[in-house]
Structure formats: C-alpha cells, structure tokens
C-alpha cells in the first residue's frame, strides 16, 4: 500500500470530529494533527496524537500531506481556504452555491501559488449530488433534475444561524414539500419555485435579553440562506436544543426524469437516508482528500471539484480489484 | 461551440437505433454513418447520412471522431473491438463481467497501437452502476453494496440466447427477488447467493425442427448468463414473443449500506426506472463518447474505464455553467 496519507483536520466542532472518527476507517490514511483555535488544552480528541493552536499550522507543512477544513462557509471557508490551500493540499466543503464561481477562482490562485491542490465543495450537496446531476444531465439531455433536502438538519443553514448577533445556539432543519415531492416522482415535470420545494425550520436558544425580532429578522433575510424560503423561526432555550434536536440524521432526494426516443420515460434517482450527516459529509471529504493527496503526487496544482476528479482517484481499491469487482 | 463531434454506429440492432436516436438530442454531435453487415441497401435508418457497409469501415477514419460499438458481448465485440479500437475512438458496452480485466488488457493494447481512445463497459452495469459502487464504496467503507436488476429485459443476455443454434428470437427477464430487497432496504445485510438475489426468465422461439432439449440445457448452462441462476425457459412462437414480450421497459437498484461513527446506519441508494433499455444504455454511451473524443483531442490513447475518466468530459455543459448550476 505504501506510505499512509497524512491527514490534517483545521476545526474541531462537529465536522471535524466526524473527520477524526470516519478517517479512522480508512486503512491508507492516518491522523496527523486536529488544528483548534481554542485552547488546545481544553480540547480533548480521542484517536488524534496531537491537537495543536491553529496559529501553529505554518510548522506542520512537511508532516500533513492533506488538510481537510472543518470551519462552515458562512464566515470561515473564504479567509482560512485561501491561506490554508497555499501551505497544504486542502479539502473543504464550502456550500454557499452562490459563491461557489468566485470561491473556486479565489482558492485556484492560492493553491497555485503554492503549488497545492484544493478540493473544493466536497461534501454531499454541493459534491454528490453534483456529480450525480452532472451524469444525470448528461446521460439523458432532455431532461430535469429536482433536489429534495430532508427532513434534517444541515449544518450550513445551523452554523449561519449561530454567527448571529445575541445567538447561543441553533438548529435548523430543511423540510421537503412531500406535494413537490410527489409530483416529480410522478413524471409530471412540474415548475417549482424555491420556497414550493422545501420549507426551513429554525429553533433557536438566544442569550438572556437577546432582541429577538432583530435575530428573527436576521435570519429570514439572510441571503442565500433563508431569504428564498418560507421560514419559521422557533425560540427555545438550550437545554430543549440539546433535549430535542441533537440528532444529526438527514436525508435527500434527486431525482432526474426526461424522455428518450419516441417519448419513453427514464427516472434516475438518488437518494440518502442519513444517521449522521456531518458524519456523511466527513466520509465525503475523506474521500477526495484520498483523490487531493494523489493528483499532488502527481505534480497538479490549483483548485478541483469533485466533477474534474478521476472517480477511481477516490478510492482506495486497486485498479485490478475495480476492474474485478465493479465492472 | 467549434466544430460537432462525428458519431459512427458499428451495428444496428435494438441498440444500434437507439443510438441514432439518442445522438440528436446532442446538440454539440452529428451522426455521420451507419455500419451494417447486412446489405445496406436493406437497412433503413431514419436520420442518418449514409448507412454503410461494415466491410468499408477502413474508409472512414478520418470522418468519424468517436465510432459506438453495438454489437454483442457474447461474440461480438473481442473480435470487434480489436479491430476498430486500432482504427477509430470507440466506445463498447461490453457486459461480461467475468472477462472485463481481459477485454481491458486487449482494447488497451490495441488502442494504443493505433493512437486512439477505447472507452469500455460504458452502459448501465458495467458503467453508471460501476461508477455508483466506486463512490458508495470510497465514502462508506464500512458497507456493502447490492445490486438488483428489473424486472426487465436484459440485452446482453437476450442476445447471448438468440446466439444458441436453433434459437429463432428470444427475451430475457431478469427478476429480482423480492424478500431480498427488502432485507437489504431494512439494512439487514443479508448474505445473498446470486441465485438468491435474481431469477432469470427465458421467452425463446425456436426453428421448426430444433432439438428444444439441448436449447434449453445450453441456455441453462452458460457461463456467466445463466449457470449460476435459476433459469426457467418457455419456448413460444415467434408471433407471441412479439406481441407479448417487445417492451424493453427495465429498471434496478443499487443499494449500498454502512455504518460510520458509533453505528449511524448509512444508505445511498441509486434507482432506475426505464422506459427504454437500449435507449438509456446508448444514452449513457453517448456521453462516454463525448468524453473519448476529449480525450483523444487531449492526446491520451488506450483503453478507458467510467472510473478513469473526470466526470465533466461526459458533459455539454460548460465549466463556468457547471460551477453555477450544478455545485
């Protein structure tokens, strides 16, 4: 097998400790270093041999052959993406959609001056599902893809909550219209604008004396996250947070229907029923960090998403063994 | 868009027409001839510029970019592939399992000697259900992935039947067993024999005067189609097996199950529903197609896997686009 992939995590909340339990499964890969901008003392991983100030990073260059970024898009990816990706290969899954154009120019430039490669927006959606509507789209031309989210939480939508203002805590689910849903599997191609696909569900614990039409407000505005979508905003305290909605599971549906010769109908779906998202998305990331590590070695550099990506480079199978066994 | 990709089609049966079907849906590709072994006068193809003579194959080189193979596994295609993987850029849907890794090795070579592409084993499975297991298997190491087909025609094992002395016409249902999908759905993780997973239901039409004895022993007893399955062949005549066995309607599932962390149950799942076999089959060899061209303008030659190649080269669609629309 050769050396073991010297894996970073920059981060440690619940995507980075789903980065250090699930990499653990990987035989070729190895822990090198959990990054914290905490007090490493206070910070307890088991299974990492070292948690380390992320102010130290710049001293672990020659011992982490891939970082895999743990922070959330809303304020972190953009400013520890584009330092990281010139000292490390990288791994992010940023999943601002929106942003996405500009984030991969951005964090092309970066890798490149430092002759790294960074893996952007590897997580489920973006990443999964984007390779599967790339093929979907692909395969059948005259055709249309619908993406349900849901029921679950994502983490995306909860960490943007929690960067607010007089915010302690959140937890947001993403909630499929089952009519939308229903009608797409029924072949009848219908127009769905955002906020007929999915609804957004926020509970939310904020600090004593919190203005709370200011936060509601806040967040029902917020672009990208939530200003398309029917929103509804929950206050509760963070012992009914903690009592009520720590389960990570979630779940997802895309589904493509299009039409082939004289008008026969063709369906491909995909879909995810997860026990732990952040877990899911970590395995992701592992994943491409395999591919991050191999394109280096093989002497590219500059910024990758998971449709550029050879699909073999992820995994950790031999060629004969695919040729074998998936063929 | 620069210049339209030229598809040749090597063969025109039940794929060879969905083919030529399928290629006008792509705006970015023409169709430029149609190869027969029959008299091409008596091959009418809607659509097509030129219907040729498979004996005149030699004269085409530089008219065609990417030459689809839509021949048989069962006889076709070794001898086939060989000879036009050294003249063209072909792309095959070879289904033999069992052979992959010698069907590579071979179109690898011949490919190579002759400076062109040969995508191989790009239909549904092998191919996108290949390309499904490859991922379901880097993220969730920790997991099995099962395969079911159906109810629905198999192609390749139809033809392989129809291949058998004596046999006038013959259809091939693969049937998955029921209680096996729902223990695999209810994450079971059941044991499965092949036997146990599918049966395989034969509609053959034999030559007045065949020894239906030996046709059916041949059937049940080939290798690979059907020695490990539970085969049962009906033999009809000609004008039932049209009126009652023409639709070539199919389907499957690939479920694959794991666990990540202290045990959170994973599933991803990817499902057909297929109006069309054939039609969805050479859909997705359209798009390999569009990738073999690309990678022969890009100077790389020899045979290539669904797994080697970046999933954007299946695509029409631009990379500013597919950044946009699809991450």
Known sequence: M??????????????????????????????????????????????????????????WTDKIDVMILCGGSANDFPAQGLELSKLFNTVDSFDTHAKIPGYYKAMDEAAKSGGRVAVISAGWDPGLFSLMKLYMGAIIPDGRTYAFWGKGVSQGHSEAIRRIDGVENAIQYSVPVAE??????????????????????????????????????????????????????????????????????????????????????????LSLTLGSNPEFTSSIMIAFARAAYRLSANGESGARTVLDIPPSLTSAMSYEDMLRNLL
């Open 180 to 269: 939308a849903v229903d009608s797409v599997r029924r072949g009848e191609n219908p127009e769905l604008e955002t906020r007929q696909k999915h609804t957004r569900l926020c509970y939310v614990s904020a600090a004593q004396g919190a203005d709370l039409n200011r936060i509601e407000n806040e967040i029902k505005n917020m672009p990208y996250y939530f200003s398309d979508y029917d929103t509804t905003v929950i206050f509760v305290s963070n012992e009914e947070l903690a009592a009520n909605h720590s389960k990570l599971s979630h779940g997802g549906n895309l589904i493509h229907t299009g039409k082939t010769g004289e008008g026969n109908g063709q369906v491909i779906e």
């Open 2 to 59: 050769g050396e073991l992939i010297r894996i970073g995590v920059y981060g440690y909340g619940n995507l980075g400790a789903a980065i250090v339990s699930e990499v653990a499964k990987n035989p070729d890969m190895e822990l090198a270093a959990v990054f914290t901008r905490r007090d490493p003392a206070n910070v307890k991983v088991r299974r990492s041999p070292a948690v380390v100030h992320a102010d130290s990073v710049g001293g």
